[in-house]
Antibody, heavy 120, light 110 residues
């Protein structure tokens, strides 16, 4: 059974940093493309970014609102996806989901999300 | 930038049919596949349609997806509405390699 478990969400001040983790199991993590998707309170789903598998180059893509501030990485030996968030803004407040990314065929599996609140 | 526009909400009685539209802002919606996700409060999103019209295993055939190139739109139809179908539904596609979500449609089963 595929499981994705996010952690690391917290209350942080504007300008601060936070690192989220997503522990994966039930599939071959090293072969998977992975994405982060967020949902701000009362808003819709918003894609944050993705990382490809190392065999496909391991490259990353980011949505415009987070480019240059957020970094996605992966630890294939520990089956974990990471999201390093720097220079956080109040508008980054959201529930952050990790998901498996099928390239151009959407997202197959999702975690339950971890809450990030950016507030002074 | 490519955007997907959905109605904010739709409502219908149990047993009836609802159709949710997802209209592309530019280019052709047929350039990339469209997916549809069901999102209930407190739960993770789940896929109900992928590749425009394919249903994952376990999704009832009451859910169907289609593409209309003349209106540059995708549609999700839910027939035989059940109370358990009450949720937010999002269409999703791509702009080059970047992911685009529609704004979401709240389906209320009266």
């Amino acid at each position: 059974e595929v499981q994705l478990v996010e952690s690391g969400g917290d209350l942080v001040k504007p300008g601060g940093s936070l690192r989220l983790s997503c522990a994966a199991s039930g599939f071959t993590f090293s072969n998977a493309w992975m994405s982060w998707v967020r949902q701000a309170p009362g808003k819709g789903l918003e894609w944050v970014g993705r990382i490809k598998s190392k065999i496909d180059g391991g490259t990353t893509d980011y949505a415009a609102p987070v480019k240059g501030r957020f970094t996605i990485s992966r630890g294939d030996s520990e089956n974990t996806l990471y999201l390093q968030m720097n220079s956080l803004k109040t508008e980054d407040t959201a529930l952050y989901y990790c998901s498996t990314d099928s390239g151009l065929l959407g997202f197959d599996y999702w975690g339950q999300g971890t809450l990030v609140t950016v507030s002074s | 930038n490519f955007m997907l526009t959905q109605p904010h909400s739709v409502s219908e009685s149990p047993g009836k049919t609802v159709t949710i539209s997802c209209t592309g802002s530019s280019g052709s919606i047929t350039s990339n596949y469209v997916q549809w996700y069901q999102h209930r409060p407190g739960s993770a999103p789940t896929t109900v349609i992928y590749e425009d019209s394919q249903r994952p295993s376990g999704v009832p055939d009451r859910f169907s997806g289609s593409i209309d190139s003349t209106s540059n739109s995708a549609s999700l139809t839910i027939s035989g509405l059940k109370t358990e179908d009450e949720a937010d539904y999002y269409c999703q596609s791509y702009d080059n390699s970047n992911v685009v979500f529609g704004g979401g449609t709240k389906v209320t089963v009266l």
